[in-house]
């Protein structure tokens, strides 16, 4: 007898009672608040920038001082500077 008492009962709606859990958990909750993870991208980036740039001049102070080798220290310097600018702003994601 308990078969036909439950046949004749409406079918139990799941999707029904999710979106009840859930209009009752939205009530309750508060809203989390997205935190920026720190990143080290910019102090890594100065510290390449004081550390290899300086490196590049070393050949120019060594060598014979001439308008040949400043010019070729200076595009080294801009290359890596605008090469390593773009690599670790726009192709390096935060980390």
Not at 37 to 44: G, P, V
Not at 76 to 88: E, K, P, Q, R
Request: charged content about 20%; some cysteine; hydrophobic content about 45%.
């Amino acid at each position: 007898m308990q078969e036909k008492e439950n046949q004749s009962e409406e079918p139990i709606d799941v999707l029904q009672i999710l979106r009840d859990n859930t209009a009752i958990d939205k009530e309750n909750q508060q809203p989390i608040k997205p935190t920026a993870e720190k990143s080290r991208k910019r102090q890594d980036y100065i510290i390449c920038m004081l550390i290899v740039n300086p490196l590049i001049l070393v050949p120019f102070f060594l060598l014979e001082q001439n308008i040949v080798t400043g010019l070729f220290t200076l595009s080294a310097l801009a290359t890596f500077s605008i090469g390593f600018t773009w690599i670790m702003w726009q192709v390096v994601g935060d980390y």
